[in-house]
């Protein structure tokens, strides 16, 4: 483990334990209500997951792994886990957060691991024993929006089309390759397509087009009644300082917060330009991740 992300001992990183052990089950379809409902305690920092669970439901190959739920013997949730290709959790107790990492290491398909600061040196002590080794790690910080916003408006934003595609894919392999140091075209080109289309077929990409040039695109990646999760937000080096950014975001922004109550996104701790851009914008640091890159 990179020493740069673990600056405290373990034992600043406890919850509350539980009475006794429980146990870890993939969960079905049946449990939406009480899955969503323990995910709901915290909805900006569960946006991803529960964004996924409404889109896709608790049993689909698009979530490109398996949910995972923790119950102590009182039947309780105390951990809701995505453990596959993206491996996320959530867990109000040590006992779950521990029998998430030892589940994690049955699966051979992790890509990335990530976890809030205060909680990540705990999964990776028990992870690392005997699951995959780390390839890279990074720090993100988790960004949030709420009213009131200062509105800008931008003529021609909108949502991206199929016919958006060769001009979309190379900017978001080339974030991918930048982000995790593999590059989805190299690795899964026809999967990587296929997913990027689904998204757009959802209405969930936006662009801003000239002349037959990228010029601005935006993910909303989850949507949930209490939060909207974006990311890939990307400006054409050409056209930054120009503006483009900014009204593009504040638009987008004016359009999300009317059908949700905030707006999250994940900033990397060494991009000192993008913290101050959205911090101008209106944006509040609320914690801290880590995700690990497995070999």
Same mark, same amino acid.
């Given at each position: 483990m990179q020493a740069s992300l673990l600056k405290?001992?373990?034992n600043d990183y406890q919850f509350p334990l539980a009475a006794a052990a429980g146990s870890v089950n993939a969960l079905e379809n049946s449990e939406l209500a009480d899955v969503l409902a323990f995910l709901g305690r915290r909805p900006i920092y569960t946006a991803y997951l529960a964004g996924m669970i409404h889109d896709n439901g608790l049993q689909s190959q698009q979530n490109r792994g398996t949910f995972y739920g923790y119950r102590n013997q009182l039947g309780e949730l105390e951990g809701v886990a995505l453990i596959g290709h993206a491996t996320l959790l959530e867990t109000s107790s040590d006992q779950a957060l521990q029998a998430f990492a030892k589940t994690a290491q049955?699966?051979?398909a992790v890509h990335l691991i990530m976890c809030e600061e205060n909680r990540i040196e705990n999964f990776w002590s028990h992870y690392a024993v005997e699951g995959q080794e780390m390839r $890279? *790690?990074?720090r993100e910080l988790l960004f949030e929006l709420r009213w009131p916003i200062e509105v800008s408006k931008v003529s021609n934003l909108r949502l991206a089309?199929?016919?958006d595609?060769?001009?979309?894919?190379p900017v978001h392999a080339e974030m991918a390759l930048e982000e995790s140091g593999v590059d989805p075209r190299q690795q899964d080109a026809a999967g990587f397509q296929e997913r990027y289309a689904r998204r757009i077929a959802q209405g969930r990409t936006w662009v801003l087009t000239e002349n037959g040039k990228l010029q601005f695109k935006a993910e909303v990646v989850a949507k949930t009644p209490e939060t909207t999760y974006i990311e890939g937000v990307w400006v054409n080096p050409a056209a930054r300082r120009q503006g483009?950014?900014?009204r593009c975001m504040s638009q987008l922004a004016s359009m999300l917060l009317w059908r949700t109550?905030?707006?999250?996104l994940f900033v990397n701790d060494e991009n000192e330009d993008a913290q101050r851009f959205y911090? $101008? *914008?209106g944006y509040h640091l609320r914690t801290v991740y880590d995700t690990i890159f497995l070999k």
């Open positions: 405290k001992p373990l049955r699966c051979n $890279r *790690a990074c089309t199929t016919e595609l060769p001009l979309l894919l483009y950014g900014r109550r905030s707006i999250c911090k $101008r *914008a």
